[in-house]
């Protein structure tokens, strides 16, 4: 009689790191699962609407629309030398990014309760991926972008290629706030009301209906401060050929940001233990 040979079961067992342990290397192990929750949520988002993508570029548009009539033609505010229209938009493209990236990825925890609190995932991946799916109604609004550029006869430079350099500057942006707030969240279900707020603000604090020129030379470094002063002044330039961003700001706006993102990863990692016991 033979003995009959039986696979082996493959047993996986998850413990609680001790201390603070970011695994990096998790993250690349789950890169297919990062991929598939962006389709998701692309998918979805558009699924049952009449105009489809179409939205990514309209959204934009009203805001340019309205500012140009407000801001450029009542309050006639400078444009850098480019008509307002195409300054306005340019500067809404990265702001519309980072407002959705930032309001979306604080709710991807309690979103995806099922996902935190029935299997195991890396918690961090729902945050990322709803900072990647705004970058593709970001693509959309790049399109409309190069029409209303060809109509106003405004050619890209050089300075192109510099965008995604910005572009990158932009995600660490909404990332440094997007991991904090989604894992606050988690415990304070406060942060879908004061983030409106918090936004909102910072719109107005950003240089997105008026150029970082028009801040007074004694503020321009605390207006610096702000990750988006760099981020939106480096978009103009490199798309429009306005005036060159100052080193000082996108300098001091970037490191803002970096720094915002590594103490926003560490929080996340730090709490990320609790999320299935508080969801």
């Known amino acids: 009689m033979s003995a009959v040979d039986t696979p ?22 789950y890169r297919e699962l990062l991929y598939f929750l962006v389709l998701r949520d692309v998918k979805v988002r558009y699924k049952q609407t009449v105009l489809g993508a179409a939205w990514a570029g309209l959204q934009p548009l009203t805001s340019m629309v309205i ?9 006639k505010l400078p444009s850098d030398g480019v008509p307002y229209a195409l300054f306005a938009y340019a500067g809404l493209l990265p702001w519309t990014y980072f407002a959705a990236g930032v309001a979306q990825s604080s ?5 995806n309760a099922n996902l935190v609190t029935k299997v195991y995932v890396p918690r961090i991946l729902l945050p990322l991926s709803a900072i990647v799916v705004p970058l593709v109604d970001l693509a959309v609004a790049f399109v409309l972008l190069g029409v209303l550029m060809a109509g106003y006869g405004v050619a890209p430079g050089v300075e192109l290629l510099a ?7 932009a995600i660490v942006t909404v990332a440094a706030l997007g991991l904090a707030f989604s894992a606050m969240n988690v415990r304070y279900r406060d942060v879908p009301y004061a983030l409106p707020f918090l936004i909102q603000i910072l719109l107005y604090v950003s240089p997105v209906v008026y150029p970082v020129s028009f801040v007074p030379e004694r503020w321009q470094w605390l207006y610096s401060l ?26 001091v706006s970037a490191v803002v940001a970096v720094c915002g993102a590594v103490a926003s990863f560490v929080y996340f990692r730090r709490v990320e233990r609790h999320f299935a016991d508080r969801i």
Not at 8 to 29: D, F, N
Not at 230 to 249: E, H, K, M, N, Q
């Open 8 to 29: 082996q079961q493959r047993i996986t067992v998850i413990r609680p790191s001790r201390g603070l342990s970011l695994r990096l290397g998790e993250l690349w192990a």
């Open 67 to 75: 500012f140009t009539v407000i801001f450029g033609r009542l309050a």
């Open 107 to 111: 709710l991807s925890l309690v979103g």
């Open 163 to 169: 965008l995604p350099l910005f572009l990158l500057f």
């Open 226 to 251: 702000n990750p988006m002063a760099g981020v939106i002044d480096g978009f103009r330039w490199s798309l429009l050929g306005t005036a060159a961003p100052r080193v000082s700001t996108v300098g």
